[in-house]
Every structure is written in structure tokens, then in C-alpha cells.
């Protein structure tokens, strides 16, 4: 069975600092991974994807996430944090021969002025 | 752009009413997909539609059923709306295939209370 682990429930961040967002995944293979994001209120926009190839990823809004088989993570970064960015953060999963996605229980992400 | 539409963003009903949750997408997709959202659960998969008429049981189907007769519509149908059903109710849509060159678009949710 395949899965999803974000283990931090809920991060508080200074405006201008540094981001990272850990996901862990477990899959028999090389899953599809993706990053989305959740503005309150808001649907699910999606940040980055991965499939193969280059591990490290770039998305929209300055953020990129870096692909590490050997650690099963798919960890989402981002230099320098601006407040809009608050929102909450789902790693997500799909595995070959399936179009659903394996979602993780979400990271929400506060930003200080 | 995609363009998802869920029909309400906020909608009340009864418990043992029969609801209706609507979604419409602009971009043509095959796949369309609806969620719940539940806070310390993620989302979970309640049913999925591959095709016009065709549709998958995701992980939690028992108390909903869905309707696909055209294709950029996708409708979820509570039978007889309970408390335990009151969620934040995520539709998606995407093309034919799998992978990140087919990513999920999703709407803006209806955030359904059952009372």
C-alpha cells in the first residue's frame, strides 16, 4: 500500500526566512509525486510535480522540492518566506497504473510579520 | 486556464435529506474526481469518473454515490445526508493518462453542514 507522511502539523515561519516542508512517501517504485497548496478558503493550486530526471524541481511562487530515493522524501523549499505564503501544504502521491492520489494530512504553514 | 466549478460554497441541510453537490469543468478533461476534506485527515478519495457513465469507488465511498451524464459535469449525491458528513467536499478534474503532465485541478470546495 502506498503512502504519504508529513510530519510536521504546523510550522511558524519569520517573513524573509528560510522554508522547508518535509514529505516521506512509501511505494514499492518511483511514485509521481506532487506538491499543492490551500489558501483558506480556497481549493487545492498545484505548486510542483515530479516524475524523473532532474531530482531537484522548480514550481511556481519560488518554491522547488528535491527528490531523495534513498531517504523516500520529497522535501518542498523555499529561500525566503513572504506572509502570503500562510496557507496550508499537501504532498501527494500516485503511483504507476493508478490516477488516484495518496494525500498527506497536510502542513500549515504561519508566517510572522 | 482550468477552470472547476463547484456549484455552492457553503450549503446546510438536514440529517436524512438527499444532497446534491455539483461540479462542472471548462477544459474538457476525462477524469473527474471528488474529495472530502476533513481537518488531521487530508484528503480522501470518495469516488472517481474516468469516462461519461463510468465510475470508480475510491476509499470511502459508503453514504455517497455520484452521477456522470456528460462529461464535464460530475455530481455527488449523499442518499440520506448524516452528521458524520459534514466536510469541506473537493472536486477535481484531468486528462487521460497519469503522471505529472496530467495533474489534478481542483475548485474551491462547498463546505457542506449537515445539521
Redesign the interface.
Known amino acids: 500500500a502506498q503512502s504519504v507522511t508529513q510530519p510536521d502539523?504546523h510550522i511558524t515561519v519569520s517573513e524573509g526566512a528560510s522554508l522547508e516542508l518535509r514529505c516521506n512517501y512509501s511505494y514499492g517504485a518511483t511514485p509521481?509525486l506532487?506538491w499543492?497548496v490551500q489558501s483558506p478558503?480556497?481549493?487545492?493550486?498545484?505548486l510542483l510535480?515530479?516524475?524523473s530526471g532532474d531530482t531537484l524541481v522548480q514550481g511556481i511562487k519560488g518554491f522547488e522540492a528535491e527528490f531523495k530515493r534513498s531517504q523516500s522524501s520529497f522535501n518542498l523549499r523555499k529561500p525566503s518566506v513572504h506572509w502570503s505564503d500562510a496557507a496550508e501544504y499537501?504532498c501527494a502521491l500516485?503511483g504507476?497504473?493508478?490516477?488516484?492520489?495518496t494525500?498527506?494530512?497536510?502542513t500549515k504553514l504561519s508566517v510572522i510579520p | 486556464d482550468v477552470k472547476v466549478t463547484q456549484s455552492s460554497r457553503y450549503l446546510v441541510k438536514r440529517t436524512g435529506e438527499k444532497v446534491f453537490l455539483e461540479c462542472v469543468q471548462d477544459m474538457d478533461h476525462e477524469n473527474m474526481f471528488w474529495y472530502r476534506q476533513d481537518p488531521g485527515l487530508g484528503l480522501r478519495l470518495i469516488y472517481f469518473s474516468y469516462d461519461v457513465k463510468m465510475k470508480e469507488k475510491g476509499d470511502i465511498p459508503e453514504g455517497y454515490s455520484v452521477s456522470r451524464e456528460k462529461k464535464e459535469r460530475f455530481s455527488l449525491i449523499l442518499e440520506s445526508a448524516s452528521t458524520n458528513q459534514t466536510s469541506m467536499y473537493l472536486c477535481a478534474s484531468s486528462l487521460p493518462g497519469q503522471g505529472p503532465n496530467q495533474p489534478q485541478h481542483f475548485g474551491d470546495g462547498t463546505r457542506l453542514s449537515i445539521l
Do not use: R
Request: aromatic share 32%.
Open positions: 502539523i509521481y506532487f499543492y478558503g480556497q481549493g487545492l493550486q498545484l510535480k515530479y516524475f499537501f500516485e504507476a497504473g493508478s490516477y488516484q492520489l494525500f498527506g494530512k497536510g
